[in-house]
Structures are given as structure tokens and as C-alpha cells.
């Protein structure tokens, strides 16, 4: 079946725009927001490749886990409506950048790898499950506990900032 370029081009230019955005933008909850609409359009991406794994992981994990969780902590803290401090000028361009530069240099490189061979085998998705269960050397279950405490600890945190700022007289 052959895929239009332009649907890959388009994902991959609203995901740097929503990067773009998400540097640049001063209010927090906006960046955010952003960020979201950056890693859908990844994922996006990765469905348009034929790679529905990735995909699913990218939703799962990273828009489902990691920009709840900044939202949460976002909405914890009572500070939606507040502006980031103003960057100068020059930090700000340089920020957009090096966004920018990192995503034309991911595209340089993606189009000198050249194409995967047809007769590559994909893992099935029995022997996927078993890989990301597995407390070997090549399984994943311990680098998903460490993300699951690091979420735990970011969240206690941001629930202690949140009461911090209540006990505090006015």
C-alpha cells in the first residue's frame, strides 16, 4: 500500500510547530497543551511509518502518563493563569532554534538511513509482551518500575508545592 509523503510531512511540520510553540509560549498551561498536540501528532507519525506499537506506546506512556501528569501538577500548583517569566529576545530565539535545527537535522538523517529490508522479520506481539515482562538483561520490566516511581515521586511533590501554598498567611 503506498502512503502519500505529504500526510508524513504534515505530521512531522505540526509537530515541530507544536515544539515551537510549546518553547515559546509564556503561559505554562498553554505550553503544555502544546506538548500534548506535538506528541499526538508523533504518534501520528509513527502510525502513518506502520509502526502501531510505537504508536500506542507514545499515547500510552507519553501522552496518557507524562502530560497528565504536567497538567496535574500544573493545576495542583494554582498557577494557570500566571505568565513564565519573560525571557529576553535572544533566549527565546535561541530556544525556537534549536528546536528548529534539531528537527530539520532528525529529517536530514531520516532521509540518508536508507529503507529497512522487506525480509526483516517483525517481532510478534507474544514475543513483545514477553520482553517488556522479562527481569533479564534484554527485559523491560525494571526500567517501567523506575518510570512509575519517578511519576510517583513527581506527583508528591507537586501535591506537597500545592499544600505548601495553602498553609502560607497572606
Not at 511540520?13 to 515544539?19: Q, T
Not at 503544555?32 to 509502526?51: K, P, R
Not at 502501531?52 to 493563569?81: C, K, N, P, R, W
Amino acid at each position: 500500500m503506498v502512503k502519500p509523503d505529504w500526510i508524513g510531512y504534515a505530521l512531522g511540520a505540526g509537530a515541530l510547530a507544536a515544539g515551537l510553540l510549546a518553547v515559546t509560549s509564556r503561559r505554562i498551561l498553554r505550553a503544555a497543551i502544546y506538548l500534548l498536540f506535538s506528541l499526538l501528532a508523533l504518534a501520528g507519525l509513527y502510525f502513518w511509518m506502520q509502526l502501531e506499537f510505537m504508536a500506542a506506546v507514545q499515547i500510552i506512556i507519553y501522552v496518557g502518563g507524562i502530560v497528565v501528569l504536567i497538567l496535574f501538577s500544573i493545576f495542583l500548583t494554582h498557577q494557570t493563569d500566571e505568565l513564565l517569566p519573560l525571557a529576553g529576545t535572544v533566549q527565546r530565539f535561541g530556544a525556537a532554534l534549536v528546536v528548529l535545527s534539531g528537527g530539520i537535522g532528525i529529517f536530514w538523517l531520516l532521509r540518508a538511513v536508507p529503507p529497512s529490508r522487506p525480509d526483516a522479520a517483525a517481532p510478534s506481539v507474544h514475543e513483545i509482551g514477553k520482553a517488556l515482562l522479562s527481569i533479564e538483561d534484554t527485559g523491560m520490566a525494571l526500567p517501567f518500575e523506575a518510570i512509575t516511581l519517578l511519576l510517583l515521586a513527581a506527583m508528591v511533590g507537586c501535591i506537597v508545592l500545592a499544600l505548601k501554598d495553602r498553609t502560607t498567611p497572606s
